[in-house]
């Protein structure tokens, strides 16, 4: 079945339009394009565009088809955010589905007696959990801008889930890997390891009966089953047997929110990109607009004098992360002037082009090393003129490692995603303070940032990335790879990259670079650390009426399907 898919999709390229001498080629497509970190979630999108439906139909279609292929991170029991930009309206919008914390928690609940954050209760406790918001946000998403039925775009995830699907290599692996924190609850033991406790290996079918029951009641009742019905039910009585907080007035208070991207210009391109809650956006442009005021394509591609200078611009914009972002339901964050132009010309004149200036602490605490985490991104294009870039999240791999009992899905743990004491970092060493403090039913801050680049108007690229603290620098180097250093989208996405976020006060790269550049960092005073691959970007370029799928190598399970 899964080889036979993999042959179907691979035929459905149109014939080049790039030069034949390229390293690398991306998949092709004249009517839709859908790249997501899973073949099946592929796979199901595409088929929803094939038989008429929109971006946005095959969107709600593929985050219902990860959350049962991929439980490390598709999910319903997160959040996450969506940028739609539909050419025919000339609009931008976004959806913020993030999680809220629940009514009752408060500032110091992960503080232990002595006033220290206990990570282990706030992130594989019930209380790491914030109230999930996937479902209502796909649900919003659909019914504001989709042809297609809820039941309709449900169908292929829930027959994937009661019909089971064949396991991969990386799905076997991922399971083994966190075998001790999946088989510490019951409820999670049952669904992910066989009846005997033994691990599902390449090539055994995955069933998963409870999720298909919980999206099959979704499918027929709508999103009230998840927040006010059976679902609801199952996930607060979990809440209550464990201590956990969030109640069923919680989940009946839950919606998602209609927000504007934030908007900047790069070179002329048009950039869009998630606004807060998320740090994202905010961060992604600032750091172009420092870097605009560079030569960098005359620079090269991951030369040393190219890296220093995206640290340095790094370097700055998570150190006002750490002090202004957080949910602006709650704060004022300063959106404006941290893109403006003019702070970003400011900014310039602190940097030495040829040295390191070294990060300023402001606390200390040394971030764990949370290295293998998982988000998931996808983007999807159609031939209506609409782009949909989609992130979302439970946060870890597996999120908590809880499955709702009866329920058969993951509960996110984005609680650790807020500052739990002031500048005691979180799992990806992220400094914060009162912005991002834990408030009832506030959103907690989060770094994705899915973006979708216009040029005259037209869209060009849509992409976004998993990966942390690393999603920002991730996503920002993509662009300017296709933007400064005219890569094609495939090139875009697999060049090694690079990430520096201030505080710890380390240049972090993936291989590939080569001896000379990182001696010449060195030189420049950077602290150079080579360690595991970052981010998995999905993303789509749109040239002359060709839509160019581009999906990250640093996934095995990753494909790009072109109409
Ligand atoms: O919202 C955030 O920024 C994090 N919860 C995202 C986590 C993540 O990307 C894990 N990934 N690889």
Known sequence: MVGGTMILLSQAGYSTSIPAGQRMHPVQGKEGMVVTSHFLATQSARDVLKSGGNAIDAAVTAAFSLAVTQPRSGNIGGGGFMLISSEQKDEVVAIDYREKAPGRASADMFLDKDGNVDREIARFSHLAAGVPGTVAGLAMALEQYGTISLKEAMTPAIKIAAEGFIVTPRFSDGLKNKEKKLKKWNSSRKIFYKKDGSYYEPGDLFVQKDLAATLNRISQNGIKEFYEGKTAELLVAEMAKYGGLISMDDMKKYSPVFRAPVHGKYRGYDIYSMSPPSSGGVHVIQILNILEGYPISEY????????????????????????????????????????????????????????????????????????????????????????????????????????????????????????????????????????????????????????????????????????????????????????????????????????????????????????????????????????????????????????????????????????
């Open 300 to 563: 090269g591609h991951n030369s040393a004098k190219t890296i220093h200078l995206l640290a340095e611009a790094m370097k700055r914009a998570y150190a006002d992360r750490s002090l202004y972002l957080g949910d602006e339901d709650f704060i004022k964050v300063p959106s404006k002037g941290l893109t403006s132009k003019k702070y970003a010309a400011f900014l310039r004149e602190g940097i030495n082009s040829e040295q390191v200036t070294s990060s300023i602490t402001i606390s200390p605490g040394k971030p764990l090393p949370y290295e293998s985490e998982e988000t998931t991104h996808f983007s999807i294009v159609d031939k209506f003129g609409n782009g949909v870039s989609n992130t979302y999240t439970i946060n870890f791999s597996y999120g908590s490692g809880i499955v709702v009992e009866g329920a058969g899905f993951l509960l996110n743990n984005e609680m650790d995603d807020f500052s739990a004491k002031p500048g005691i970092p979180n799992a990806y060493g992220l400094i914060g303070g009162k912005a991002n403090s834990i408030e009832p039913n506030k959103r907690m801050l989060s770094s994705m940032s899915p973006t979708i680049v216009k040029q005259d108007g037209k869209n060009f690229l849509v992409t976004g990335s998993p990966g942390g603290s690393r999603i920002i620098t991730t996503t920002l180097q993509v662009i300017m790879n296709v933007i400064d250093h005219g890569l094609n989208m495939q090139s875009a996405v697999a060049a090694p990259r690079i990430h520096h976020q201030w505080l710890p006060d380390q240049l972090r790269i993936e291989e590939g670079l080569s001896q000379d550049t990182v001696k010449g960092l060195q030189n420049m005073g950077h602290k150079v650390k080579q360690k595991s691959s970052m981010g998995a970007i999905q993303s789509i370029m749109i040239r002359d009426g060709m839509m160019y799928g581009g999906a990250d190598p640093r996934r095995s399970t990753a494909l790009a399907a072109g109409l």
